[in-house]
Antibody, heavy 115, light 106 residues
Framework: QVQLTESGPGLVHPSETLSLTCTVS????????VYWVRQPSGKGLEWMGR???????SYNSALKSRLSISRDTSKNQVFLKMNSLQTDDTGTYYC?????????WGQGVMVTVSS | DTVLTQSPALAVSPGERVTISCRAS??????MHWYQQKPGQQPKLLIY???NLESGVPARFSGSGSGTDFTLTIDPVEADDTATYYC?????????FGGGTKLELK
């Protein structure tokens, strides 16, 4: 069955780079796009960026200068890297598929930015 | 970016009918989707493409609308429906989410 699983460090220091991995199963990254979405604690959802099925990427304009999304199709993994982290980047980070392709979300990974 | 506006909160009694609205700052055709999120959980897709019920979601949930005005209806509301509901559009790039509507039961 379709699964997405996020992994990465729970704690990142201010000004450092966040690296997260979304490992998928039950589908091919060359057939489906994967989004990254984040949610600050107690707040709403923010779309961050997308790895399309064809390898193209698109980003939230507010994050574009700090954000990079890539993939390794042989490992069924999508990667998120975001630099210059600040305390307001604290929250839960999710990977998900396009809603038109089924409402599949990972469990999310909590990231705290703190010194 | 397309701004999606939702009312912040609603309170209803079990058994009633509730409508949650989402207004887009520009047309999103019918590429509007609705999610339910309970505390500590990931969002759950309820409705995709404005009016299509996701598999496994109770028929008490329905969606309607096109262009800029969309509605999620729950009829009848049950105690377990206490949650925050988000709309999301995927017609214009980048995709955007509404601010969420917190549904409380009286």
């Amino acid at each position: 069955q379709v699964q997405l699983t996020e992994s990465g460090p729970g704690l990142v220091h201010p000004s450092e780079t966040l690296s997260l991995t979304c490992t998928v199963s039950g589908f091919s990254l060359t057939g489906y796009s994967v989004y990254w979405v984040r949610q600050p604690s107690g707040k709403g959802l923010e779309w961050m960026g997308r790895m399309r099925y064809n390898g193209d990427t698109s980003y939230n304009s507010a994050l574009k200068s700090r954000l990079s999304i890539s993939r390794d199709t042989s490992k069924n993994q999508v990667f998120l890297k975001m630099n210059s982290l600040q305390t307001d980047d604290t929250g839960t980070y999710y990977c998900t598929r396009d809603p038109e392709d089924g409402g599949y979300w990972g469990q999310g990974v909590m990231v705290t930015v703190s010194s | 970016d397309t701004v999606l506006t939702q009312s912040p909160a609603l309170a209803v009694s079990p058994g009633e009918r509730v409508t949650i609205s989402c207004r887009a700052s520009e047309s999103v055709s019918t590429l509007m989707h609705w999610y339910q999120q309970k505390p500590g959980q990931q969002p759950k897709l309820l409705i995709y493409l404005a009016s299509n019920l996701e598999s496994g979601v109770p028929a008490r949930f329905s969606g309607s609308g096109s262009g800029t005005d969309f509605t999620l209806t729950i009829d009848p509301v049950e105690a377990d429906d206490t949650a925050t509901y988000y709309c999301q559009q995927s017609w214009n790039d980048p995709p955007t989410f509404g601010g969420g509507t917190k549904l409380e039961l009286k």
